[in-house]
């Protein structure tokens, strides 16, 4: 089974940019849609975005449209978020998950399936 280890969290400014990675172990990770989700203080589970399994298509949600890239290397069994315009309400824990529900056409990610231990981002100033 995959094992998921996020990293590059941190505390940054209002309007700053942040790049998360997510490296998994074992040799099926090119074969899974992978995505991020998101769980701030006293909120739920949100899912932010998702990418196909070779990256040849994405699924952005509303809140991070426009402001955040999802980008994946299969040889380096990593995928990236790349976050520009941070926001104080994009404080929390960021996982990343497989979403092996995520195909081309889909309204959405889908249900997340197994997930990293996440790394806090704070939006501050």
């Known amino acids: 089974q995959l094992q998921l280890v996020e990293s590059g969290g941190g505390l940054v400014q209002p309007g700053g940019s942040l790049t998360l990675s997510c490296t998994a172990s074992?040799?099926?990770?090119?074969?899974?849609?992978i995505g991020w989700f998101r769980q701030a203080p006293g909120k739920g589970r949100e899912n932010l975005l998702c990418?196909?399994?070779?990256?040849?298509?994405?699924n952005y949600g509303d809140a991070v449209r426009g402001r955040f890239t999802i980008s994946r290397d299969n040889a380096k069994n990593t995928v990236y978020l790349q976050m520009s315009n941070l926001k104080p309400e994009d404080t929390g824990v960021y996982h990343c998950?497989?979403?092996?529900?995520?195909?081309?056409?889909?309204?959405?990610?889908?249900?997340?399936?197994?997930y990293g231990q996440g790394t806090q981002v704070t939006v501050s100033s």
């Open positions: 998950a497989l979403y092996p529900e995520y195909a081309s056409g889909s309204r959405g990610c889908g249900g997340a399936g197994a």
């Open positions: 074992g040799s099926t990770f090119q074969y899974y849609p």
């Open positions: 990418i196909s399994s070779r990256g040849d298509y994405a």
